[in-house]
């Protein structure tokens, strides 16, 4: 009898362990065994990538970030359109202006070298080369959760209703991210990504124009010499200063009205957020550890993971 129960019980464990590996957790040592020249090289596509042009860091964390914001983090920003795929490159937020998707190409072919055959995700490759891409423009780093797969579908319907747009107001914007298990402080944080990269005239031409309450007069005058009235709406402009450096310009932007996104000055407008606008403002530490742990909690939204989705041999495409 006991003899019996003890093969029962160890029939359970097995068969709950095999449930467990079927549906893992992510985990930061994923590839340690199977591949452990994988981060080394996408680190090192990602250096090169940002040596050649540092706008392409900003580009690459925004990728991840619009990838994770429908549906999970699994890759479906990366797929091109066919008659069965609704790409979400056309999306309001993605046409003409998401990038880097070559980039990722060239990772997925050295990483794909390097390992022998195609063991890493491009889900997983976007969520690294975020990090990897903060790192080189002089961000904190974080162990990145590795394990996700990649989806079979895609839904330019789902990026027009959840990529947060450059015209929410606050409690939009808190909202937008509550959909996405994201707190206050992981709006806060997450959008302090705009320290990094440059903004469309078509994205704040009705705030340098138009708003007068909560902009500085002078610095809305200096935007609107590059983006006229009508015309120039793929003209570009920094989000901070200080565009391919991670640092606390942004939220300092914020607390003189100097946001350039509608949906950035948002966060400094007598509103739940603006104390740690503030903290952020003078305090680049507490910002990159918050960045961080963001990052890591954006990372974990509805992955694919063990027998769900797929390894794509191609990012662009469904196997």
């Known amino acids: 009898m006991a003899a019996s129960y003890s093969f029962v019980f160890l029939h359970v464990l097995v068969i709950f362990s095999l449930a467990r590996m079927a549906f893992a957790d992510l985990s930061d040592d994923f590839y340690d065994d199977i ?20 706008r392409m860091g900003a580009s690459l964390l925004r990728l991840h970030f619009h990838d994770c914001f429908v549906n999970g983090c699994d890759a479906s920003i990366l ?12 999306s309001r937020a993605n046409n003409n202006s998401a990038r880097g998707f070559e980039v990722i190409d060239r990772i997925k072919s050295e990483v794909d070298k390097v390992c022998g055959r195609p063991v890493v995700s491009c889900a997983d490759i976007l969520a ?35 990529i947060p747009t450059p015209l929410m107001d606050l409690p939009a914007l808190i909202d937008n991210f509550k959909k996405q298990g994201l707190d206050e402080e992981d709006l806060v944080a997450l959008s302090g990504g705009h320290t990094l990269g440059f903004s469309q005239c078509s994205t704040f031409r009705n705030r340098i124009y138009n708003e007068t309450n909560n902009i500085d007069s002078t610095f809305a005058s200096q935007r609107q010499a590059n983006c006229p009235h009508s015309g120039g709406d793929s003209n ?38 603006d104390e740690l606008v503030k903290t952020y ?17 954006m990372g974990n939204i509805k992955p694919l993971t063990g027998n769900e989705g797929q390894i794509r041999v191609d990012c662009r495409k469904v196997n």
């Open 35 to 54: 591949c452990p020249q994988a981060l080394p090289t996408i680190r090192r596509v990602v250096e090169d990538a940002v040596r050649q042009e540092r």
């Open 79 to 90: 797929l091109d359109q066919t008659a069965t795929i609704d790409s979400e490159k056309t």
């Open 128 to 162: 690294v080369a975020a990090r990897d891409s903060v790192v080189a423009l002089h961000g904190p780093t974080w162990e990145v959760e590795l394990g996700r797969r990649d989806s079979t579908t895609a839904s330019r319907t789902t990026a027009n209703n959840d």
């Open 236 to 273: 570009l402009a920094s989000l901070d200063p200080t565009p391919a450096l991670f640092d606390s310009k942004y939220f300092s932007n914020l607390v003189s009205k100097k946001g350039l996104l509608h949906s950035d000055q948002a966060l400094f407008s007598g509103g739940e957020t």
């Open 281 to 297: 403002s003078t305090n680049l530490r507490t910002f990159s550890k918050d960045f961080a742990k963001s990052m890591i909690k």
